[in-house]
């Protein structure tokens, strides 16, 4: 792996012009790899994540959020099984609606601002605990990871039967480490989690920084290539 990696790598890398802005061409490197079973999850096809929650707009033009591990800040309303404030346990909350604007200014920023919206009598509301939930393993597996590569949870991108991770690697950053080394490090980290991985070039402007939460590559490669030493 490590000789192909470096292969594309240096493909890659000599077809950047030289520039002094570091977001203007980039090498993204996307890791792909399943993990334990009930270490992923997601509500369903369609669905993309920002952050703590999921949205997807339906067929039939309604909109659809998800978020797991919800809990209002203050004594506001009954646990789903009508246990009284505080509850004991987090609720995964799916809430469905025509009106979008319910999910994009109440859900995204501060979850517990849908509640004064999620019981019109145009949104449907579905209450679980989250406790048990599947979210609440692939939580758990996202806690691991980054407790043990340094990598933000928010970083892994679920599929149905693993995760993605897109690393950015940008040649005309100062400093940055270089692609044989970056070859090295990334092939350890790759054999690590049974990942396969994508080299391609890109540029600051295409990455959608609000559903792929990037990471530098030669910064992940520098922290991770000395636990690897023996």
């Known amino acids: 792996m490590q000789r192909s990696l470096t292969r594309h ?14 977001w203007a061409h980039l090498i993204t490197i996307r890791l792909s790899w399943r993990s334990a079973p009930g270490g992923s999850w997601t509500p ?7 952050g703590r929650y999921w949205q997807r707009k339906n067929s039939d ?4 959020g998800v978020i797991a591990g919800f809990r209002p800040g ?4 009954p646990a789903w099984d009508g246990h009284p404030w505080p509850w004991a346990d ?21 979850p517990y601002r849908i509640i004064p919206y999620a019981f019109a009598e ?40 693993g995760y993605t991770l897109t690393l950015t ?10 692609p044989v080394a970056l070859a090295r490090g990334l092939s350890r980290f790759a054999q ?10 890109t540029t600051g402007a295409a990455l959608d920084r609000r559903a792929t939460w990037t990471a530098s590559a030669d910064l992940v490669c520098r922290a991770w290539i000395p636990r690897t030493r023996s």
Not at 126 to 155: K, L, M, Q
């Open 122 to 161: 145009d949104v449907a509301l579905i209450r679980e605990p989250y406790t048990g939930h599947p979210a609440a393993r692939a939580d758990a597996y996202r806690v691991r990871f980054a407790e043990r590569y340094g990598i933000s949870a928010e970083a892994l991108v679920a599929t149905e039967s």
């Open 74 to 77: 203050t004594e506001s309303i």
């Open 9 to 22: 790598l240096l493909h890659a890398y000599d077809r950047i012009p030289v520039t002094t802005d570091p």
């Open 169 to 178: 690697f940008s040649p005309n950053r100062p400093g940055c480490t270089g």
């Open 61 to 64: 033009g309604t909109h659809t």
């Open 192 to 201: 690590e989690l049974g990942a396969s991985v994508r080299v391609r070039r």
């Open 90 to 110: 987090d609720e995964v909350w799916t809430i469905t609606t025509p009106r979008p604007e319910i999910l994009d200014n109440a859900l995204n920023p501060k």
């Open 44 to 50: 369903g096809p369609g669905f993309t994540r920002y």
